[in-house]
Nanobody, 127 residues
Framework: QVQLVESGGGLVQTGASLRLSCAASGRTFSNVGMAWFRQGPGTEREFVAAITRGFTTYYADSVKGRFTISRDNAEKTVDLQMNSLKPEDTAVYYC?????????????????????WGQGTQVTVSS
């Protein structure tokens, strides 16, 4: 059984930084892709960033240059460093495990490509 547990969310001001962390349980971690998604109030869940098992990274245009995704296979964690936060970054952030080996932006950004999800951590950016 795979469990994903996010941490690190909080309330910050515009321009601040936060680091989210996702801890995974289960045997398979190093050979799967991982990603972060977010869901704001009244919106659909949207892709934020992904990292493949080969450490290739993908980012949504809205966060490119501000967010960095990383993974530590020994610790079974995937982190999201968020800098220069904006009010529009306010959302619940979810960690997810990719269920297929299909890559490319269209695959890593689709929620249907992920089989396990964490419970989410709230990030609120005040203006």
């Amino acid at each position: 059984q795979v469990q994903l547990v996010e941490s690190g969310g909080g309330l910050v001001q515009t321009g601040a930084s936060l680091r989210l962390s996702c801890a995974a349980s289960g045997r398979t971690f190093s050979n799967v892709g991982m990603a972060w998604f977010r869901q704001g109030p009244g919106t659909e869940r949207e892709f934020v960033a992904a990292i493949t098992r080969g450490f290739t990274t993908y980012y949504a245009d809205s966060v490119k240059g501000r967010f960095t995704i990383s993974r530590d296979n020994a610790e079974k964690t995937v982190d999201l460093q968020m800098n220069s936060l904006k009010p529009e970054d306010t959302a619940v952030y979810y960690c997810a495990r990719k269920r297929t080996l299909l890559y490319g932006y269209e695959h890593v950004s689709a929620t249907s490509e992920y089989d396990y999800w964490g419970q989410g951590t709230q990030v609120t950016v005040s203006s």
